[in-house]
């Protein structure tokens, strides 16, 4: 079998969490099974994990260069496994792959979440006599499950992610190889290799996008989420709709304008809210300091912050759902809203004050382990604190969130940086959101504007101040002209390096 995925990328901890990877030495069956276990079991909904044997750890991560297998060893170790498999209660079989790596061969053994759990195995899968237990992982440790951890383990018996699940209504013909190529090129998987010789079918198996038998496979949601032109088709209002309000959502509710709906695969989707977000929405504000070599730049969302929401909404929602992501634009802040809300391990209190938040089960987890491969997301947990340190950083108030005690809903507000906030926006002919321009009969009050502009930073440049105050350069300059005429101000220099005096106040 071939890996979907790098395994540098792997082995580096790039695209796959620290603790969904074990690395082992040597060929260790006995630990190794239990971690196999505990894997398949998925107690965290975090969709398995890997155990890299040939790859000594040194601090939580890969001592390079590895030491690798010996080639001889590998054909046991492949045979071993096939009864060592047998011992797990209900049977499992994991996968395996033999890739190469710092000129070394390693064993890599991919354990998916597994369909029938709980599952069980030997403590001791060499020892004669066996005692069985079911194993969990905790952090990085595969651990006994015991008391309460045992009992929620059995209550999770044939409970298997939305995700994850086949789909009765849809085909391989329904699934574009074409999208997977790119996703396997992407990510630098050799299985790309394999797509001129291999069919749609064995393709999808070794990706783990497909379940059953040849004679009734049924294709996971996931393949249909990421590798289908239309997964509305299974999953209606897999979209996201745009809506503007000049004046405000309270203020005036029937005036607003509809964007086009974002629709196609959901690591589509993402990328173009995320080009629309950052072509037509984010806007800066560029202050030159004369004590710094930089210009301090401000913008009215930090993209950051803004990308890390529209990521989470497009990835925690309910596919189940026959509601669109919501993104509502308004001059003092954008809402995010999507459907359903957050998992009932997270706590309401902890989600409206922000704080960092550790779920317990993953609506989509196979999706989020596509989407970090993708470069889209980071990992579990750093949804909130990432939007908080970016929103700080831009000078920018803190974001709210809200959901019910149904969690029917998940919203999400982010605050325009007070700088930019207006009272209209206005969607110019190419498609741009910006502050209404001011009117030829507020002449006065753009000149006040321009005079409090240049007290504030006598360096700041005519593009700056037409940026800033909605209308073009020679405009700027004709105004710049009445304030120089009226005494106001004076200009000191003719290049690149010259600047405003201030004679006399407005």
């Known amino acids: 079998m071939t890996l979907p995925i790098n395994i540098e990328s792997l082995i580096d901890g790039r695209v796959v969490e620290s603790d969904r990877i074990e690395f082992k030495k040597g060929w260790n069956p006995d630990a190794i099974y239990r971690t196999i276990c505990a894997f398949a079991n998925d107690f965290e909904d975090i969709s398995g994990g890997y155990v890299v044997v040939g790859v000594e750890e040194e601090n939580g991560r890969a001592k390079r260069p590895v030491c690798g297998v010996d080639i001889d060893d590998l054909d046991d170790i492949q045979k071993s496994m096939i009864g060592f498999n047998n011992l797990i209660m209900p049977y499992y079989q994991p996968r395996t792959a033999i890739e190469d790596v710092d000129g070394k061969k390693v064993f890599v053994i991919w354990v998916t979440a597994g ?4 599952y069980k195995v030997p403590d001791n899968v060499t020892a004669k006599h066996k005692e069985y237990n079911y194993y969990i992982r905790y952090n990085s440790s595969s651990i006994v499950a015991k008391g309460d951890y045992e009992v929620e383990l059995l209550n999770m018996a044939n409970r298997v992610p939305f995700d994850d699940r086949g789909n009765t209504s849809a085909s391989i013909k329904d699934v574009s190889m074409l999208l997977v190529r790119d996703f ?22 070794q990706m783990d ?20 032109y239309h997964p509305e088709k ?10 503007i309000y000049p004046k405000g959502k309270d ?32 806007r800066q504000k560029v202050a030159k300091v004369a004590t710094k070599a ?10 950051q912050a803004l990308e890390e929401v529209i990521v989470n909404a497009l990835y925690h929602r309910s596919y189940q759902e026959r509601e669109p992501v919501e993104i509502s634009i308004m001059p003092e802040q954008i809402e995010i809203i999507s459907y359903s809300g957050a998992d009932r391990s997270i706590r309401l209190e902890d ?30 947990g750093t949804g909130i604190p990432t939007v908080k340190k970016e929103l700080e950083k831009n000078g920018s108030d803190d974001a709210s969130y809200e959901s019910d005690e149904d969690r029917t809903y998940f919203y999400v507000s982010i605050p325009c940086h007070k700088d930019f906030v207006c009272k209209e926006l206005v969607v110019d002919d190419d498609g741009h959101i910006r502050e209404r321009k001011l009117s030829v009969a507020t002449a006065v009050d753009i000149r006040k504007r321009i005079f409090d502009l240049i007290m504030d930073n006598t360096h700041i440049t005519r593009r700056e101040l037409a940026d800033t105050i909605g209308i073009n350069q020679s405009a700027i300059q004709k105004h710049i002209e009445v304030l120089i ?19 006399k106040q407005l």
């Open 351 to 380: 989600l409206r004050a922000g704080k960092r938040i550790h779920a317990r089960r993953y609506r989509n987890r196979r999706l989020g382990d596509f989407l970090k491969e993708l470069d889209l997301t980071e990992g579990r």
């Open 115 to 118: 369909d029938r759990r709980p």
């Open 184 to 205: 396997l090129t992407q990510t630098g998987s050799k299985l790309v290799e394999q797509l001129e010789t291999s069919s749609p079918l064995q393709i999808l198996r």
């Open 294 to 303: 930089e210009a301090d730049r401000t913008f009215n969302y930090p993209y």
């Open 485 to 503: 005429n009226n005494g106001n101000i004076a200009r000191k220099g003719r290049t690149r390096g010259s600047y405003f005096i201030i004679l």
């Open 209 to 228: 996008l497909v379940e059953g038998p040849n004679e009734n496979v049924r294709i996971k949601n996931i393949a249909l989420m990421l590798f289908s």
């Open 251 to 282: 203020a005036d509710p029937d005036n607003f304008i509809e964007i086009d709906p974002i629709k196609g695969p959901v690591h589509q989707i993402i990328r173009r809210t995320l080009d629309y977000v950052k072509t037509m929405v984010i």
């Open 234 to 243: 299974f999953f209606p209002s897999t979209q996201v709709d745009i809506v």
